[in-house]
Antibody, heavy 118, light 109 residues
Framework: QVQLQESGPGLVKPSETLSLTCTVS????????WSWIRQSPGKGLEWIGN???????KYNPALKSRVIISVDTSKNQCSLKVNSVSPADTAVYYC????????????WGKGTTVTVSS | QTVVTQEPSFSVSPGGTVTLTCGLS?????????PSWYQQTPGQAPRTLIY???TRSSGVPGRFSGSILGNKAALTITGALADDGSDYYC?????????FGGGTKLTVL
């Protein structure tokens, strides 16, 4: 059974780069596609982007210029980088497994909280 | 930019039936948007309920069902339990990406 665990710094300074990792256990990361989703305090969920097992990516147009999603198959990890962060990037960040048949997320990590503040 | 719309809040009595909807600010939702539904309780990660309009995810009770009603996707809870009081989000597949609705806060009382 695939399980996901997000990790990374809980505090990032404005204008710096937010870097998070999603560690996959119970399955090979290279067999599936992966998504990052975030939720600002008291707000709804926002899709950040997907990475496919081919290595190609698709990003939310609103974030595309600042986001990079990648996979490290040797570590069975998926990573998210968001550049030039501002307090508006403060959120709980979730990774999930994504299926391109019927286009949905199924397994979710518990999420990790990131605060952007000086 | 097309927005995915959901009722901000809804209330249902225990044992009652409630239908939450998911629409578009411009146009109609059809099965070609592959609507999916997610449940989230405060402080927890989302849980996948429904995908491909009406397919229940593994382990999801039969009281949850999905459909297309008119020009919207719909999530129906039949025989609501107190534990069903949560936030519910729909997601549509559009333009190669995923767009979340704003969520519906469901109260069971």
């Amino acid at each position: 059974q695939v399980q996901l665990q997000e990790s990374g710094p809980g505090l990032v300074k404005p204008s710096e780069t937010l870097s998070l990792t999603c560690t996959v256990s119970g399955g090979s990361i290279s067999r599936y596609h992966w998504s990052w989703i975030r939720q600002s305090p008291g707000k709804g969920l926002e899709w950040i982007g997907n990475i496919y097992y081919s290595g190609s990516t698709k990003y939310n147009p609103a974030l595309k210029s600042r986001v990079i999603i990648s996979v490290d198959t040797s570590k069975n990890q998926c990573s998210l980088k968001v550049n030039s962060v501002s307090p508006a990037d403060t959120a709980v960040y979730y990774c999930s497994r994504w299926f391109d048949y019927y286009y949905h997320m199924d397994v979710w990590g518990k999420g990790t909280t990131v605060t952007v503040s000086s | 930019q097309t927005v995915v719309t959901q009722e901000p809040s809804f209330s249902v009595s225990p044992g009652g039936t409630v239908t939450l909807t998911c629409g578009l600010s411009s146009g109609s939702v059809s099965s070609s948007y592959y609507p999916s539904w997610y449940q989230q309780t405060p402080g927890q990660a989302p849980r996948t309920l429904i995908y491909n309009t009406n397919t229940r995810s593994s382990g999801v009770p039969g009281r949850f069902s999905g459909s297309i009603l008119g020009n919207k996707a719909a999530l129906t809870i039949t025989g609501a339990l107190a534990d069903d009081g949560s936030d519910y989000y729909c997601v549509l597949y559009m333009g190669g990406g995923m767009v979340f609705g704003g969520g519906t806060k469901l109260t069971v009382l």
